[in-house]
């Protein structure tokens, strides 16, 4: 069996570890899974549309890149529409950070750290090493619990190859934190950063669940407190050679830090103005009314239920969770009719009682259908309207048998449709990031109520690396969120081509 196994593996001479390794995927396997990762990434999270913070984080990547200890990688950096503090590498060299994770990075050292971590994991192959690692170990572990009758206290599956496989998994942070490190001291660039950056996250972690990471058996990092704890002496013996102190140094981007290797000035520079939260332009809630401001419609969903606004649809599930509606943009056009026969060939499905109608003005095509989901089967109600060119499908689906329950709810729901009003536009604004500037003697609490900062107190020193009573001094730099109008960007070369 295991002979089986390996016959399709291929062996590689692992540049961060030096040694000859066995994996279950070649490089050329990589590539495909990453181009194929890549592309569902950024159709159904989102990329960040800020050109300027784009091409910084992408600065950044490069210069850590460039002391990749693996060549033959082209590496590409971006920002994902995420609130949550977030980073990850595909194997073939796409790497993005998320929206959230910026909001909380303090200085260039600690997004050039984060960076060379992910650019470890792509050079030590972590997602090929980690592949054949399950997948060898899955066997043995067969073959083991089959001999031995199993565990009577864990199932087979977590008593031996859950534990060795988190294990294995902790070990590969560990190895991408010390890579990482490694390389961005190479850049010039302060590998204390990492530490601080964990410290942060460590802090985020207790201001959110009131205390730090545990380490679970089988969690697959390794604890926040620890990896704080390895980076800063991994940072402390490496022979770190920028000179420390108030001078200015070149960064490498034609402007000069006030911190030696990636300071906290030019990063707040960088970020300056970067939204706060999901942005207007992929639409707004006003309590039960969704409007998207960009592509000027508005929608009604079901009072009560709770909404998710996506990158790739915006959804509405019942309380009791038996159903569910759904905005998605089907295509460019004006014929609802010819894209609800698309849709169905495409998805294999058969659409029943269609019709033509008008909702609001506009034309639109409704059927009903029926098929199978990862939660069993669904019954829908289909909708499909067409609005300045582009065509968007409404779907409502249900248990079988909640058709009395829900049926006039899904009604209204899709004829609720309609071009924005000037009134469904008013009022709308979103949260961008601002540095304000500390007056003499001022508290950080003070800061916020002069600056209209929507974050608490404890969330802003957190955000700023910060204790929350710390003295602030005249001048200092602080990040505050505040509520700003929104203005709508009108481009004649942008296409509705994602989903609102």
């Known amino acids: 069996m295991l002979a089986g196994a390996l016959s399709g593996c291929e062996t590689f001479d692992n540049p961060v570890t030096g040694r000859r390794e066995v994996v279950l995927m070649s490089a050329a396997d990589d590539r495909e899974i990453d181009a194929q990762a890549a592309q569902q990434i950024e159709a159904q999270m989102g990329l960040v549309r800020n050109e300027a913070l784009t091409a910084y984080v992408e600065r950044v990547g490069q210069r850590v890149a ?10 590409s950096f971006g920002v994902v529409e995420m609130d949550e503090p977030n980073a990850f590498a595909l194997p073939g060299g796409h790497i993005y950070v998320s929206r959230g994770l910026l909001v909380v990075t303090n200085s260039e050292a600690e997004l050039a750290n984060v960076l060379g971590h992910e650019v470890a994991h792509v050079a ?36 031996i190859s859950g534990h060795f496989v988190a294990r294995y998994a902790r070990n590969q942070e560990r190895e ?15 590998p204390i950063g990492m530490a601080r950056f964990l410290g942060t996250l ?3 972690t207790k201001l959110q669940y009131g205390g730090s990471q545990l380490q679970g058996y089988f969690a697959s990092h390794p604890a926040v407190p620890e990896r704080v704890a390895e980076a800063t002496t991994a940072a402390q013996v490496r022979h770190w050679r920028g000179e420390r102190g108030t001078g200015a140094q070149q960064t490498g981007f034609g402007q000069a830090s006030t ?6 000035d030019e990063y707040l520079a960088q970020i300056e103005g970067m939204v706060v939260g999901r942005p207007a332009s992929e639409g707004v809630f006003q309590e039960d009314r969704f409007t998207h401001p ?13 909404t998710h606004n996506e990158s790739a649809q915006v959804l509405g599930i019942s309380p009791r969770g038996d159903g569910i509606v759904m905005l998605q943009l089907e295509a460019k056009g004006d014929d609802p009719a010819a894209a609800a026969r698309s849709f169905a060939t495409d998805q294999g499905l058969v659409l029943q009682h269609p019709q033509d109608l008008k909702i609001n003005g506009l034309p639109a095509h409704r059927a009903d259908t029926r098929f199978d989901s990862s939660v069993g089967r669904i019954e829908a109600e289909i909708t499909w309207i067409a609005f300045e060119g582009t065509v968007y499908r409404l779907i409502a689906g249900m248990d079988p048998g909640a058709t009395p329950k829900y049926q006039v709810l899904f009604r209204r729901f899709a004829h609720s449709f309609r071009p924005a009003s000037e009134a469904d536009r008013n009022g709308i604004d979103e949260q961008r990031l601002r540095i304000a500037r500390a007056l003499p003697g001022e508290s950080l609490t003070a800061l916020s109520k002069r600056t209209g900062n929507t974050w608490d107190p ?19 730099r602080i990040k505050v969120a505040v509520r700003e109008p929104y203005a709508p960007v009108e481009s004649p070369e942008s296409e509705p081509d994602e989903a609102p």
Do not use: C
């Open 124 to 159: 030590a192959r972590h997602a090929a090493r980690q592949d054949a690692h399950v997948k060898t170990l899955g066997l043995s572990s067969l073959l083991s619990d089959l001999m031995s009758g199993g565990s009577e206290e864990l199932p087979a599956s977590e008593s």
């Open 66 to 75: 460039e002391h990749s200890p693996r060549k033959d990688v082209i590496y």
């Open 176 to 190: 991408a934190d010390r890579i990482g490190q490694e390389i961005t001291a190479k850049a010039g660039i302060d």
């Open 294 to 306: 960009d592509l000027g419609f508005s929608l009604r969903f079901p009072p009560g239920w709770k």
């Open 458 to 476: 404890l969330y802003t020193a957190v955000a700023n690396g910060l204790f929350v009573n710390e003295p602030l001094q005249a001048g200092q």
């Open 202 to 204: 460590d802090n985020l």
């Open 259 to 264: 911190q030696t290797g990636g300071g906290r």
